[in-house]
């Protein structure tokens, strides 16, 4: 079975300095993977994903994500924080091939402070 | 090109009273699937329909319901709803074509914020 775990629900920047936001996953499977942005009463907006070619994914915004395998981790940075970041995220993993459904962590809430 | 469109995007209900959702894909999108989504249980994944048929469907009572139609537009309905059924409801649809691939990305609407009184 597929899962995944966002490792913090809070995360706390000052403008400026790098972002990390962790995402652990479980698959049985070589997964698809994706991070979402969600800003405030807005829908999911795509960042980057990855689907088994290049372990390291550059994304929008300036954010990019590295796969590894041996840690199953896919984390999400991002060089220099911006008070625009400030949003929730979201880490998912693609379901099992047959099931068309994907998976979402619990999200971590970015903010930025100036 | 226009994206997923939901309609409508607020509205207020009382107890009891049933709901109808909209969502209009991307041009093209044939796979629609719906996410409710609540500050305590985050995004949680209610059905998918790909050519008017349902292909899998989330662990919710059968007060929720939904169809796609032949243009690919697709509603969700709650009946009898509860306190609890108060949560954005978001729709996502893909190019997805036949055989499940995971690669393929979901392009979401802005959801539909609804609140049970």
């Known amino acids: 079975a597929q899962s995944v775990t966002q490792l913090d629900s809070h995360v706390s920047v000052s403008e400026g300095t790098p972002v990390l936001l962790r995402c652990n996953y479980s698959?049985?499977?070589?997964?698809?993977l994706f991070w979402y942005v969600q800003h405030p009463n807005k829908g999911l907006q795509l960042l980057l994903k990855?689907?088994?070619?290049?372990?390291l994914v550059k994304g929008i915004n300036g954010f990019e994500a590295e796969f590894k395998k041996s840690e199953t981790s896919f984390h999400l940075t991002k060089p220099s924080a911006h008070m625009s970041d400030a949003a929730e995220y979201f880490c998912?993993?693609?379901?099992?091939?047959?099931?068309?459904?994907?998976?979402f962590g619990t999200g971590t809430r970015l903010k930025v402070l100036a | 090109k226009a994206g997923v469109t939901q309609t409508p995007r607020y509205l207020i209900k009382t107890r009891g009273q049933q709901v109808t959702l909209s969502c209009s894909p991307i041009?093209?999108?044939?796979?629609v699937s719906w996410y409710q989504q609540t500050p305590g249980q985050g995004l949680q994944f209610l059905f998918e329909?790909?050519?008017?048929?349902?292909?899998n469907k989330g662990n919710f009572p059968g007060r929720f319901s939904g169809r796609q139609f032949s243009n690919s537009r697709s509603e969700m309905n709650v009946s009898t709803l509860e306190l609890g059924d108060s949560a954005l409801y978001l729709c996502?649809?893909?190019?997805?074509?036949?055989?499940?691939?995971?690669?393929?990305?979901?392009?979401f609407g802005a959801g539909s914020r609804l609140t049970v009184l």
């Open positions: 998912v993993v693609s379901g099992a091939s047959g099931t068309y459904k994907y998976i």
């Open positions: 041009s093209g999108h044939r796979s």
């Open positions: 698959s049985s499977y070589s997964p698809s």
């Open positions: 329909y790909f050519s008017e048929t349902q292909r």
């Open positions: 996502a649809s893909s190019s997805l074509q036949g055989a499940s691939s995971g690669a393929n990305v979901l392009t």
């Open positions: 990855y689907t088994s070619a290049a372990t």
